[in-house]
């Protein structure tokens, strides 16, 4: 088989229950893979020296799936990839619990590791997700951060 016909492994989604990231892994990996790389990203208590009780995690799912789906196909020209997975929790998550888990197979653990990396950066600057955050201090929105040249058209 050619190597652009070579199978692509891709799970990407939003959830509203935990994340499994075994589950993810078994998705994604290939045989052909020499790296595997993950990243849970969990969430932080304390949080700007306030005790954080729980974030709640809210999103326009149909503009995230979109979203969701631009970012893999830049990570799959910008990386020799070989299987993805991109999946953030709605919903709401207490201090520890994972908010989002990137899974990057690829032949080596260069491109695994660029492409984890490059992955949250991609989906921290641009997906339509907002946190809503219980602390010491009551309710309120956390703000986030956009890139200039990352925003949503």
Known sequence: MAEADA?????????????DLARLIADVADARSGAVASFLGTVRSPNRGR??????????????????ERIAAELRAAHPLLGLAIV??????????PSIAIVACGP???????????????CKARLPIWKHEADDDGDHWVDGHVVDDARLV
């Open 51 to 68: 005790t954080v009780h729980r974030i709640d995690y809210q999103g326009y799912d149909a503009m995230a799936e979109a979203e969701l």
């Open 7 to 19: 199978p692509f492994h891709l799970h990407l989604g939003l959830i509203r229950e935990p994340l």
């Open 88 to 97: 953030h929790r709605l919903g709401v998550c207490l201090p520890g619990e």
């Open 108 to 122: 080596h653990r260069e491109a695994a590791f660029d492409a984890c990396r490059d992955a949250l950066e991609r």
